[in-house]
């Protein structure tokens, strides 16, 4: 992993007492990766802008909650499962979902498909058949911790049989820390919830000590 420091862009999270921590900089895969580890996302672009959010939401990866529905779902394996597959479609599928306000936008693209092919980004594949995307899900992955990025859905409850499978891994995996960045209606009913970010941020700490890529297990 990159040992480039950008300690002088980024305000220090332990310190700063602003969502907000920096404007500006690039999607370079030395940032991100220094970004991610350190509490802080790109939200935006033009210009970028990087938050650490008080307070945050994250998963307990032992405790998530999908309904009797998606369970059933699951149990009748309507669905074909891939990991790494079709990672830029899925950015695509996210970015259709948040068609109205996208943050989705090209240099997003280019920056995590660097992740990805450096083997630091990943995305859950939902098919309906053969070759028709219909759900899916992206994030870093960095040591035991695991960023949420986004996820999509375009047949009913495709996106959450994709995060059930990458939790599953994740557990496989002996990751400890999953950040969904803020709570929605959606991450609140799978079992998400809120701590404080200096809370967060010793957790990151504990999870990213060895950081290394993801090797998703069989």
Known sequence: ???????????????????????????????????????????????IRWYCLDPRAIFDLQRTHFSKTVLRKIRKQQFRISFNEAFGFVMQGCSYREKDNT?????????????????????????NGKDELVGGVYGVAIGKFF?????????????????YHLFQKLNQSGF????????????????????????YLDRLEVATENPIPWVIPN
């Open 176 to 199: 400890t820390l999953f950040d969904t960045q803020q709570l929605n209606h959606v991450t609140w009913d799978l079992g998400a919830y809120e701590i404080p970010k200096t809370s």
């Open 147 to 163: 960023a949420g990025e986004s996820m999509f859905s375009f047949e009913s409850d495709a996106g959450k049989i994709g995060l």
């Open 103 to 127: 943050w989705i936008t090209s240099g997003f693209f280019r920056g995590y498909a660097e992740l990805h092919r450096l083997g630091w980004a990943h995305s859950v594949e939902v098919w």
């Open 1 to 47: 992993m990159t040992q480039r420091d950008f300690a002088q862009f980024f305000k220090n999270p332990r310190l700063w007492n602003e969502d907000l921590v920096a404007i500006g900089g690039d999607f370079s895969t030395e940032r991100l990766l220094y970004a991610y580890t350190h509490g802080i996302f790109p939200w935006s672009e033009d210009p």
